[in-house]
């Protein structure tokens, strides 16, 4: 009897456009029955992913894969139209058929932040350090009061999010409150990669950490740790590339942070459960989707629930940029 083939393992690159802005998605798919993928694929969640970015499939993918992303919306990418860029990115020396920008050009060093834009991104990281520390909501709001930018920012997501029943939040304290301290965590996290005006890579950075926090919170799950476990996953993921962003070493970032160990074991030593999924993370980053699949059965975590993690986080990630953007 033949062994059974396994389900083939997806993965999402999110591709920025010419300028940089991450806007479409090229799915990677590994070896196996591509006809086991077809449920995921007439799913409502990753039905929605096309509805949020341009999306792609390589030309190679298997014929029955390929008419079903079509019915989803997703399209072939063009010969010529997707290109790679492992340095900074210089949108003048692309080649004029590429529309789509993939690679590690957003890992380069940062340009240097004017006064305000590094002002209030400093603000942020003291926030976070404050809600990190589990501060008083007054020692938060003294802060907030601070940055216009973030105090508007953080009215305007309290606001859309309707946690008030239905009245409108004008304070920072009554923000603070209905808002609560874990989706205040997330929402600072994504308020560090907000984009900046003379740093392109900024919003790339967003999607990727999103990617990750989401991802890694999922896994965890499906790993079968606990609540505190997984929120640490998403914390870790959120805070993988701080270094990259502030061009710094991340110890030099995270030295301030009231972190927990297993958080700092992973980001600084990838050591522990959360080291070992953001590792498995960074490998299908690269690629490797072999590597993956086989960490994944020393994991026990089945692919099934690898792929469906990808499509939420990529869901996810989605949502994070448009909250960014002030476009939610």
Same mark, same amino acid.
């Given at each position: 009897?033949?062994?059974? $083939?396994? %389900?083939?393992? %997806?993965?999402?690159?999110?591709?920025?456009?010419?300028?940089?802005? #991450? @806007?479409?998605?090229?799915?990677?798919?590994? @070896? *196996?029955?591509?006809?086991?993928?077809?449920?995921?694929? *007439?799913?409502?969640?990753? !039905?929605?992913?096309?509805?949020?970015?341009?999306?792609?499939?390589?030309?190679?993918?298997?014929?029955?894969?390929? =008419?079903?992303?079509?019915?989803?919306?997703?399209? !072939?990418?063009?010969?010529?139209?997707?290109?790679?860029?492992?340095?900074?990115?210089?949108?003048?020396?692309?080649?004029?058929?590429?529309?789509?920008?993939?690679?590690?050009?957003?890992?380069? #060093?940062?340009?240097?932040?004017?006064?305000?834009? @590094?002002?209030?991104?400093?603000?942020?990281?003291?926030?976070?350090?404050?809600?990190?520390?589990?501060?008083?909501?007054?020692?938060? !709001?003294? &802060?907030?009061?601070?940055?216009?930018?973030?105090?508007?920012?953080?009215?305007?997501?309290?606001?859309?999010?309707? %946690?008030?029943?239905?009245?409108? $939040?004008?304070?920072?304290?009554?923000?603070?409150?209905? &808002?609560?301290?874990?989706?205040?965590?997330?929402?600072?996290? &994504?308020?560090?990669?907000?984009?900046?005006?003379?740093? %392109?890579?900024?919003?790339?950075?967003?999607?990727?950490? +999103?990617?990750? +926090?989401?991802?890694?919170?999922?896994?965890?799950?499906?790993?079968?740790?606990?609540?505190?476990?997984?929120?640490?996953?998403?914390?870790?993921?959120?805070?993988?590339?701080?270094?990259?962003?502030?061009?710094?070493?991340?110890?030099?970032?995270?030295? #301030?942070?009231?972190?927990?160990?297993?958080?700092?074991? +992973?980001?600084?030593?990838?050591?522990?459960?959360?080291?070992? =999924?953001?590792?498995?993370?960074?490998?299908?980053?690269?690629?490797? =989707? !072999?590597?993956?699949?086989?960490?994944?059965?020393?994991?026990?975590? #089945?692919?099934?629930?690898?792929?469906?993690?990808?499509?939420?986080?990529?869901?996810?990630?989605?949502?994070?940029?448009?909250?960014?953007?002030?476009?939610?």
């Amino acid at each position: 009897m033949n062994a059974t $083939i396994p %389900v083939p393992l %997806v993965f999402f690159r999110v591709l920025g456009d010419r300028t940089g802005k #991450p @806007a479409g998605l090229l799915i990677d798919a590994g @070896a *196996g029955d591509a006809a086991a993928l077809l449920p995921l694929f *007439g799913a409502e969640p990753f !039905e929605a992913l096309s509805g949020g970015f341009d999306c792609f499939y390589r030309p190679q993918i298997a014929p029955a894969a390929a =008419l079903a992303l079509q019915d989803a919306g997703w399209k !072939e990418m063009a010969a010529g139209a997707l290109c790679r860029a492992d340095d900074r990115l210089e949108p003048d020396y692309l080649p004029p058929a590429a529309a789509w920008v993939d690679g590690d050009w957003c890992m380069a #060093p940062p340009p240097k932040a004017t006064g305000p834009q @590094a002002a209030s991104r400093a603000t942020a990281l003291q926030m976070v350090q404050l809600v990190s520390a589990d501060a008083d909501t007054h020692e938060i !709001e003294a &802060l907030l009061r601070r940055d216009p930018t973030l105090s508007y920012n953080l009215l305007r997501l309290v606001n859309s999010l309707g %946690v008030a029943g239905g009245r409108r $939040i004008t304070s920072f304290s009554q923000a603070l409150l209905m &808002l609560g301290r874990q989706q205040l965590r997330r929402w600072l996290n &994504l308020m560090l990669f907000a984009a900046r005006q003379n740093d %392109v890579r900024s919003a790339m950075l967003l999607a990727r950490v +999103a990617m990750r +926090a989401r991802a890694l919170e999922l896994l965890a799950r499906s790993r079968g740790l606990d609540k505190n476990t997984q929120d640490q996953g998403f914390m870790a993921g959120m805070f993988s590339l701080l270094g990259v962003l502030f061009g710094m070493p991340l110890t030099e970032v995270l030295a #301030p942070l009231a972190l927990g160990d297993a958080v700092h074991a +992973a980001l600084l030593r990838r050591e522990g459960e959360l080291g070992t =999924l953001l590792m498995l993370f960074e490998r299908a980053e690269r690629g490797d =989707l !072999e590597g993956v699949a086989a960490q994944l059965e020393a994991l026990q975590i #089945p692919r099934q629930d690898f792929n469906q993690a990808m499509v939420d986080a990529a869901g996810w990630m989605q949502g994070a940029l448009r909250e960014s953007q002030g476009n939610a």
